[in-house]
């Protein structure tokens, strides 16, 4: 059995939390991978201000063979090879015993669930989580039916591993966390946090190749600036995927700025 490993970032977090700091383990072969990402940017900011604990766990220290074997053929026959059931349990076994009790854990598969905006707000209330990455063919369906609470799909396509779609899903849920962000109201401007896309962003210069800027952005007018900016989202929302409208929560306004802008798209193509 190998022994739970920390990650390799032992740097003491700067500042202590306001609250219980969000953990984080992820089950890998690779952990190199996943490291490497959660050592850069504002992940690393975070696991420095102690607001987001992980713990990088190596599948292959908790096998039992001298060649830390974590596949085998699949009974039945058939290409590919399966990651065996008993790695899985004895590391989230010790997960459980390291957090005092047992992470909502995730096993990240093709066959799981989209992961949304809405579920990493979801997956963000939470205490923490448990990360499991396949690899090869696929798991031992013992550890999807008896450990996984629930599965995740990036999308209809496949990975040659979990890793990639572990690290979106980090990245996703992390920066929703309390105090992550530079500023705590960033995250819901932007797209899909209200089920609508983001408006466009300009910055200096004014004039550029002879390409302005809104004037409304120049006003100093704080109200105007943000009625253009929910237009504007409604705007590429309707333009770019106006399947989301059928989910967004919409106001009253919202409904008629809609009206005004299906009217002006109108106009234009009879005048073209």
């Known amino acids: 059995m190998g022994?739970?490993?920390?990650?390799?970032?032992?740097?003491?977090?700067?500042?202590?939390?306001?609250?219980?700091?969000?953990?984080?383990?992820?089950?890998?072969?690779?952990?190199g991978i996943i490291e490497s990402h959660l050592s850069e940017s504002l992940i690393k900011r975070a696991r420095e201000r102690g607001l987001l604990v992980v713990g990088l766990h190596?599948?292959?220290?908790y096998t039992e063979d001298?060649?830390?074997?974590?596949?085998?053929a699949p009974y039945g026959g058939g290409a590919g090879m399966v990651m065996k059931a008993p790695p899985f349990f004895a590391v989230v076994d010790a997960v459980t015993a390291l957090r005092g009790s047992k992470p909502h854990t995730i096993m990240?598969?093709?066959?799981?669930?989209?992961?949304?905006?809405?579920?990493?707000?979801?997956?963000?209330?939470?205490?923490?989580?448990?990360?499991?990455?396949g690899h090869y063919e696929g798991v031992d369906e013992r550890v999807r039916t008896t450990l996984a609470d629930e599965e995740v799909s990036l999308g209809?396509?496949?990975?040659?591993?979990?890793?990639?779609?572990?690290?979106?899903?980090?990245e996703a849920i992390s920066r929703l966390l309390p105090g992550v962000l530079g500023a705590t109201e960033?995250?819901?401007?932007?797209?899909?946090?209200?089920?609508?896309?983001?408006?466009?962003?300009?910055?200096?210069?004014a004039e550029y190749r002879g390409l302005g800027v809104p004037e409304v952005l120049l006003s100093g007018n704080h109200g105007l600036i943000e009625l253009w900016r929910r237009r504007e989202m409604l705007r590429r929302t309707m333009q770019r995927r106006p399947e989301l409208l059928l989910k967004a929560d919409l106001t009253d306004d919202d409904k008629a700025v809609m009206c005004e802008?299906?009217?002006?798209?109108k106009a234009k193509a009879n005048n073209e």
């Open 3 to 31: 022994i739970l490993k920390p990650t390799t970032n032992n740097q003491q977090p700067t500042t202590a939390p306001a609250g219980r700091p969000y953990t984080l383990d992820i089950v890998t072969i690779f952990p």
């Open 186 to 205: 960033a995250h819901k401007e932007e797209s899909h946090y209200a089920g609508l896309l983001e408006y466009p962003h300009y910055t200096r210069p």
């Open 58 to 61: 190596d599948l292959r220290d």
């Open 66 to 72: 001298r060649h830390r074997t974590v596949d085998d």
């Open 156 to 170: 209809d396509y496949v990975l040659m591993g979990g890793e990639v779609a572990a690290m979106v899903m980090i």
């Open 108 to 133: 990240v598969t093709p066959q799981g669930q989209t992961f949304s905006q809405k579920r990493a707000q979801e997956l963000a209330g939470m205490d923490g989580l448990l990360i499991l990455c």
């Open 261 to 265: 802008l299906m009217k002006e798209k």
